[in-house]
């Protein structure tokens, strides 16, 4: 965890030269500079465990519930719908706890070191591209709430209570909740494709970083 704590400013100017990286990264394996430098440092470039479990976490679950949502709008209802269903609202209620908590580590983390090699305007798009995502991740779970009427079953151990009864304003917000899902998978989707670019194209080992 020292890592957290570690001053901004001490987590820059310990760059690495591109070069040896490249190379490293093309072996598919850390190169001499990388393998003699102390764990403690390497732990500089990586996300916190924190951080990688909230990620990891959150996107088993939205790659799960997006599968199962849209798969649902193919069932007819029946008691196989609505299995799914209070399955997939129960899942996706534990990211509703999650979030606040992976927002608040967002803004008290330390940022590991920028990833050496990509350009500024790179980095101002990734950045912006994961903000993005938080925000649509609050629409999708904000929504997905909001919209059921009457309540629903925390895994059949809970009552949980929603505030609007079917209506005008629960239909809106299964509109929101539809396209905050669409844009939620686009954006995901850019996301990975972006990694498997870095990964595989620029081979910069970016994975690592969340691994
Ligand atoms: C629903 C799926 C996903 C979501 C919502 C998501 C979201 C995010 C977000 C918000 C970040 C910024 C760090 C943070 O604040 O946590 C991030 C970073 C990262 N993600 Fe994902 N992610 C998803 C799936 C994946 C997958 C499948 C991969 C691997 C192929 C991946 C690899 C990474 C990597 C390597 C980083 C670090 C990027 C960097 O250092 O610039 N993510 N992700
Ligand atoms: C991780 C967050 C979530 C994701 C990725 C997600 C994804 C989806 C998707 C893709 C659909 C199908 C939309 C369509 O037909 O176009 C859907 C429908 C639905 N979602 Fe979500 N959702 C999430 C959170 C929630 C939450 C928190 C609730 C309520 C507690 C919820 C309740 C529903 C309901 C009731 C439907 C209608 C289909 C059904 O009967 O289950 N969702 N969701």
């Known amino acids: 965890m020292s890592v957290n704590w570690m001053p901004r400013e ?3 100017g310990r760059g690495h030269t591109s070069e040896p990286r490249a190379a490293s990264a093309q072996n598919g394996r850390l190169d001499g500079r990388d393998a003699c430098q102390p764990k403690s440092e390497r732990a500089y470039d990586r996300y916190d465990g924190l ?3 909230f990620h990891w976490s959150f996107a088993a679950v939205i790659i799960y519930t997006s599968v199962a949502g849209y798969a649902l709008a193919h069932i007819a209802g029946g008691a196989v719908h609505d299995f799914l269903s209070r399955l997939n609202m129960s899942i ?6 999650l979030f606040p908590l992976r927002v608040v580590w967002k803004f008290v983390r330390v940022e590991p070191r920028a990833l050496h090699g990509t350009p500024g305007w790179q980095r101002s798009l990734a950045t912006g ?3 993005l995502i938080y925000v649509t ?3 999708v779970l904000a929504s997905g709430f909001l919209m059921v009427p009457n309540g629903y079953s925390f895994f059949g151990l809970i009552e949980i209570h929603t505030p609007f009864p079917k209506g005008a304003l629960t239909d809106k917000l299964f509109t929101v909740h539809r396209a905050s899902c669409a844009l939620l998978a686009g954006l995901v989707a850019l996301h990975v494709l ?14 690592r970083r969340m691994l």
Not at 92 to 97: D, N, R, Y
Not at 197 to 202: C, M, V
């Open 10 to 12: 001490a987590t820059h």
């Open 51 to 53: 951080t990688r479990f």
């Open 92 to 97: 996706a209620t534990v990211l509703i706890v």
């Open 129 to 131: 591209i994961h903000n």
């Open 137 to 139: 991740i609050f629409a």
């Open 194 to 207: 972006a990694v498997i670019k870095h990964q595989l194209i620029a081979r910069n080992d970016v994975l």
